[in-house]
Every structure is written in structure tokens, then in C-alpha cells.
């Protein structure tokens, strides 16, 4: 079946389901395009494109990279029920994907740059596209690091990548320890392992929120411009009250999102990024 173009609304691809691994934090999809329609499928790092069940649909991170070849990685996070048109989602299911959401990172304009991608738990699967774009198109980058922070090593995602990462990037892991303060020496432990400058250098962010609050001001004491850092900024920010937190996520992760400058985001929101709530 090829690709679905219907009035106006966005073009639609077929593609079948070839694997599809389950975790606790959500289901990997590998899906193949039919008819090689998936060489027109355009889109950023930290994008997410919509997927059809027979009933229901939603919008599913791309963890690929823009240059993919043959089959195209999905996460249908949270691990959707298995009794859900989505959910049962398996080996050999057809599906149609369409409609690209959100902006994604500026892996382009940030090659000749230093990069540094900084994330907790299943925030890697917001990164993991740009990480991997960055690490097919290594010799165009500069010095690259990733930080990469959870609370136990069970809740790393996509630990068969990170000795293929270590060749390529300077590769920083860590998780809490038992004890008093975990979460503080688990940070700054983090902190302590950026070796990236600002000069001549962007970060790349993604969740949770704590980091946010802790490794931007880090940041932009050691060089970094406001307009350099790149945050994602989804659904899952809570800032202030329920009145304004739903305002906030309408304008940031719905019409401008989900991926902003630090800049755009003091911007948009000005204090109330503040006030972002630090649950882990």
C-alpha cells in the first residue's frame, strides 16, 4: 500500500511492524515503510510522528535518526496496555504514520560546535535521535559528551548503545548511590563530568525536570549563551498552579515545542520556569 494523501491533512505512510520490544517505561517499534515510501518522510531529532491503530491514535517519539536507512524506530512510551488497539501492537501489524509534531533539535546549524547532550532516565528517548544523527556525522562536530543521570541503572534506556556511543563521545553515566542525599552527589557528580565549555558550543536537554533546574545556571557560568541551550520542553513540565501550568503547556509544547531555546523559553515563560516542579 503506498503512502495516503488525503484533503488537507498531512501525508500518511504504510509501513509494517518488524519488531516490537516491550519495557516498563514503553515498546520499541521497528517499522519498515512499503514501497520505499519512507524516503519522503522529512523530520528533526526530538520530533514525533502520529501512529494509527484501527481505533485509536497517538503521537510516538522518533528515536531514529533523520538518516535512517531501512527500518524506522518508535517509542509508544508509557507501556501502553496490552489490551488497547496500540498496545497489542506486534511483529507483522500494519500501520500508517502521518504528521509530524513540534520542533526538533538543531542538529544542522550546531555542526563546527562543541555538543553536549544532557539527560536523566527515559529522557534519552527524546535525545536519542540527535545523539545518533551526531554520531553518523561525528566528524562534523567538534568535542561531544553526554551526560546521562538515573536513579538506578535499571532505569537506563538503550544500554546496548553505550558502548558503541563510548567510541564517539566522551560517554559520562551515573547513578544514585545509598545514602543520604542520593539526589545532590548523583547531580553534582553529573556536573562535575562536563568537560565542554561554552565557546563555540550548544547543549542539547531533555528532562527530568530537576536537571533543568540545576545544569542550566551551571551552564551559563561556564559560557554557554541562552541561546545555545536547547531544552525539551514537553507535557510533562509542571510549573505554578493548575490554572497556569495547563496555560503554559498549551503555548510551549503545543504551538511552540517541543524543543526551545533557553532564550525562547524565558521568554515565553519568564518566571513560572522557575517555579517548575522537581518531582523525579
Known sequence: MKETVGKNRPTRFSAEIKEA???????????????????????????????????????????????????????????????????????????????????????????????????????????????????????????????????????????????????????RVGCEKKGLNNEKELISNLLSGIKINGENSSAFMAGPQILYKFFIPYLTDIGFRDKEIYLYFGRDITAGNEHERGGVERKIAKEDGPVLSYTKIKKQVGPLFEQLSLNL
Not at 107 to 112: C, L, N, P, T, Y
Not at 116 to 131: D, E, H, K, P, V
Open 21 to 171: 520490544s516491550k519495557g516498563d517505561w514503553g515498546k520499541v517499534l521497528k517499522l519498515r515503510f512499503q514501497d520505499g515510501s519512507g524516503d519522503k518522510l522529512n523530520f528533526k531529532p526530538g520530533q514525533s510522528i502520529v501512529i494509527f491503530g484501527k481505533r485509536e491514535e497517538t503521537s510516538a517519539p522518533i528515536i531514529s535518526p533523520p538518516t535512517f536507512e531501512g527500518e524506522l524506530e518508535l517509542l509508544l512510551e508509557g507501556g501502553r496496555e496490552d489490551d488497547s488497539p496500540l498496545g497489542t501492537m506486534r511483529e507483522g501489524t500494519d500501520v500508517l504514520l502521518g504528521g509530524l509534531h513540534g520542533r526538533g533539535y538543531p542538529v544542522e546549524d550546531a555542526k563546527g560546535n562543541n555538543l553536549l547532550f544532557i539527560t536523566g532516565g527515559t529522557g534519552l528517548a527524546r535525545l536519542r535521535s540527535a545523539i545518533e544523527y551526531v554520531y553518523q556525522t561525528r566528524e562534523e562536530y567538534k568535542e561531544a559528551q553526554i551526560i546521562y543521570g538515573g536513579r538506578s541503572s535499571a532505569d537506563f534506556l538503550f544500554q546496548e548503545d553505550f558502548s558503541r556511543w563510548g567510541n564517539r563521545f566522551d560517554l
